[in-house]
């Protein structure tokens, strides 16, 4: 833990390579796209008035408001808005949200010290850094035992940025890592009813994060083996001891800031993929004659994304069956397809779909980057495929290698620029200049405004 908090400790901008902060960059965009869109949606309406009436010194913005708040409150609330919508970028290999914590975090806590556009992006680098390489280092493992990588890592990297902007040196960098860990949280169990917990997640592990800072800061104390000790954060939430070199190999050369995917679709990463697929299935068959689906997912997908009967708005988000049928019925998955989760069509759909995990062998690779497949079979009448299509025993077929919005994606600039624009509308100019410019301003406030 000690060599996390002295790297992440001492990071200047200046050693962080451009392409690497282009890719920050256009997170953050990204990032507040997806916060700003939920904010107009109302879609975090409750932890903005939780967060408005914590109050505080008029430390950082709640964006949405007119009202300045505490730096940990508002960092809360605008990390549970950043996270509403689900539309927040993935790293696959970690599988947490990164810029939902880290954003609100960075944005947050620079508006409280008065740090330079350069000084929020190191802190931003040093933070999604830490988060993508915490899950990396136990691929699957939180979730595998009903906690939510995002809140449970999050935590740790919000303290790391936190501890960044407020020029902490190793050892309290490293207080702050322990004391974070001791804080770190998120259940699963909103799966079973489609509840709003995981929304929220995001907002604890700012909290707690910058809480964790603050502390360390004051002097309070957290175990350098907080990570790996025998009761650390690993055994205890993940089961299993942290890949050393996933964590820590490398740092300063391999960068995982540069390996984060953006989401085309306001949905779970794992259901990408699917969606994909589907859309290409959808070239091949009229929709309204399919009588069977068969869906084929990563078998770690399969326990998050497999329900086919969502019975909230949320929980569709969470339904690759339902998600691929409102693609193959209207062959696009916009924000507002989760205004109608009830439409009679895509569950009828959905309920004669079958999820099916790839074998074993065939599923090496990180759920959140893993390929799909999804069959149909048709009515009496003659399917509408062309003479190519691909036909497996009766069954249609369509593949998707990955979802879309992958780093290294041809058209990955221009993605985030219409998911900002969308969201941002008539602001998106402005606030597309002030984070284009950060490196070189010499405070936020130009951002924070371009929000307002």
């Known amino acids: 833990m000690r060599d996390l908090a002295a790297w992440t400790s001492r990071l200047d901008l200046s050693a962080v390579p451009g392409q690497v902060q282009a890719a920050a960059r256009r997170q953050l965009l990204d990032g507040l796209g997806c916060l700003i869109s939920a904010v107009r949606r109302n879609e975090a309406s409750a932890a903005t008035q939780v967060a408005q009436g914590l109050g505080g010194p008029a430390e950082a913005t709640l964006v949405g408001t007119t009202t300045r708040v505490g730096a940990p409150a508002a960092a809360c609330g605008n990390a549970v808005a950043l996270h509403a919508l689900d539309f927040d970028d993935t790293h696959a290999a970690g599988l947490v949200h990164p810029t939902a914590v880290v954003a609100p975090t960075v944005l947050a806590v620079a508006e409280q010290t008065g740090a330079t556009g350069a000084q ?79 929304q929220l997640h995001p907002g604890f592990a700012a909290y707690n994060g910058i809480l964790a800072a603050r502390l360390a800061a004051a002097g309070a104390t957290g175990p350098v083996s907080a990570l790996d000790g025998e009761r650390g954060l690993y055994r205890a939430l993940a089961g299993r001891v942290p890949d050393r070199v996933a964590l820590l190999g490398d740092l300063g050369r391999r960068w995982e800031t540069a390996a984060i995917t953006v989401k085309p679709y306001p949905a779970c990463q794992l259901s990408h993929a699917a969606v994909t697929a589907a859309m290409k299935l959808r070239q091949q068959v009229d929709p309204g004659r399919i009588t069977a689906l068969r869906l084929h997912l990563h078998p770690d997908a399969v326990p998050i994304v497999g329900d086919l009967a969502p019975a909230t708005a949320y929980a569709a988000k969470f339904s690759a069956a339902w998600c691929a049928a409102v693609a193959l019925l209207d062959g696009t998955l916009p924000v507002e397809a989760f205004d109608r989760s009830d439409r009679p069509d895509a569950a009828r759909l959905a309920a004669r779909t079958t999820v099916l995990a790839w074998p074993a062998d065939q599923a090496q690779m990180p759920a959140a980057d893993a390929p799909a497949r999804i069959e149909a079979t048709m009515d009496a009448d003659p399917a509408r495929a062309p003479a190519d299509a691909t036909v497996d025993d009766g069954w249609i077929v369509a593949d998707a290698e990955h979802g879309g919005g992958r780093p290294g994606d041809p058209g990955l600039d221009d993605l985030v620029r219409r998911k900002a624009r969308a969201a941002l509308g008539d602001r998106a100019d402005a606030v597309t200049a002030a984070v284009d410019g950060l490196a070189t301003a010499a405070t936020v406030t130009d951002l924070m405004r371009s929000l307002a």
Do not use: M, W
């Not at 890592?153 to 790391?160: F, K, S």
């Open 120 to 198: 929020l992006l190191a802190a931003y680098v040093a933070g999604v850094e830490t988060i993508c390489r915490l899950g990396a280092a136990a691929p699957h493992a939180f979730h595998a035992r009903g906690v939510h990588a995002t809140s449970a890592c999050g935590t740790v990297a919000a303290a790391v940025t936190t501890a960044r902007l407020l020029n902490l040196d190793e050892e309290r960098t490293t207080d702050a890592i322990g004391i974070a860990a001791s804080g770190a949280s998120g259940l699963l169990e909103f799966l079973a009813t489609g509840s709003s917990t995981k």
